[in-house]
């Protein structure tokens, strides 16, 4: 079994960047595609971004130019560079991965909050 553990979440000002990481916790298997998605209060999980195991990207439009996301060689561990964020930007930040064979496991969730 495979398991998704974020971390790098926190309390950061408006303004500030912070860095989300996501581990597989094992390295035998082999993700397809990777991401992450966010939940605010009181509303739906959303799409952030995401990176294919070819490296092709995809942002959602409220954090294009601000967020960026990357992946390790090995493919087991991916990033979550935030910059200029906001207090919109508050959520609960989930890591995402979805295997060649479509299925898909989620991390517990790291909070990311955005105040002054």
């Known amino acids: 079994q495979v398991q998704l553990v974020e971390s790098g979440g926190g309390l950061v000002h408006p303004g500030g960047s912070l860095k989300l990481s996501c581990v597989a916790s094992?390295?035998?298997?082999?993700?397809?595609?990777m991401g992450w998605y966010r939940r605010a209060p009181g509303k739906q999980r959303e799409f952030v971004t995401n990176i294919s195991d070819r490296g092709r990207t995809n942002y959602a439009d409220s954090v294009k130019g601000r967020f960026t996301i990357s992946r390790d060689s090995a493919k087991t561990t991916v990033y979550l560079q935030m910059n200029d964020l906001e207090p919109e930007d508050t959520a609960v930040y989930y890591c995402?991965?979805?295997?060649?064979?479509?299925?898909?496991?989620w991390g517990q969730g790291t909070q990311v909050t955005v105040s002054s």
């Open positions: 995402h991965g979805q295997f060649p064979w479509g299925t898909e496991i």
């Open positions: 094992r390295s035998d298997f082999r993700f397809s595609l």
